[in-house]
């Protein structure tokens, strides 16, 4: 059956909307097998993983591919250096998707909200696809998209913490008042609640680390991948009302002598 719910996105139709990542494996052979596992057809990667000399065990080898490469700017710390990094991306051939990351607190690794926003304009008029990771805040919200942003991508709690949906309100209100598309990254710690993000509407979902550290991570990509499209299916049914009252869900009337008047 021909699948119908299409996520169009930079100028690519996907029929996943589960992004995985590359960093925290214990082994990077394993990427090939999430990612068919998981059937995620987006991937980050740190540029500084890759090894430019190719000298050592490059993490790129294991990318298959037929994934869409998501490089990210880990590490700058100024717009400046963001811009940098995406503009060396796209010149080794790793195409014109770019994830910006300017973090200078390196305690909590919050993101910088008005360096993020410099870097995606600057990008944003250069024809790259810039996806800006942020604290899920409105008011920056309007600015990355005002900047030229394809889509904002709020945490769910601090990176790499598998702590959850911690700020599930205020991702809530992106997805109520933003007309780009909400993809939530960092923070998502189980299956559970990556299905939860795609119930409330998120576009999608990026999971790395509950998946790379997880005891067996190709078959929590699995689980993964299942999770979103399952939370993306109750979102396009349309959850049932919720009552404060006990509501039955068959009739008390017409029980068995009742039919017809009979004793």
Known sequence: MEHTDIFELGGKRLTSRLFTGTGKYGDDSLIPAVCEASGSQVITVALRRVDLDGRADNVMRHIPGHMTLLPNTSGARTADEAVRIARLARAMGCGDWIKIEVISDNRHLLPDGYETARATETLAKEDFVVLPYMNPDL???????????????????????????RTEEMIRILIEEMDLP???????????????????????????????????PVLMGRAFGRAVAAGREAFLAGPGAVSALARASSPLTGFLGDAGGAA
């Open 182 to 216: 909400i993809i939530v990254d960092a923070g998502i710690g189980t299956p559970s609640q990556a299905c939860q993000a795609m119930e409330m509407g998120a576009a999608a979902c990026l999971v790395n680390t509950a998946i790379a550290t997880a005891a067996d």
């Open 139 to 165: 008011y920056v919200a309007r600015s990355l998209a005002d900047a030229g942003a394809a889509a904002v991508m709020p945490l769910g709690a601090p990176i790499g913490t598998n702590r959850g949906l």
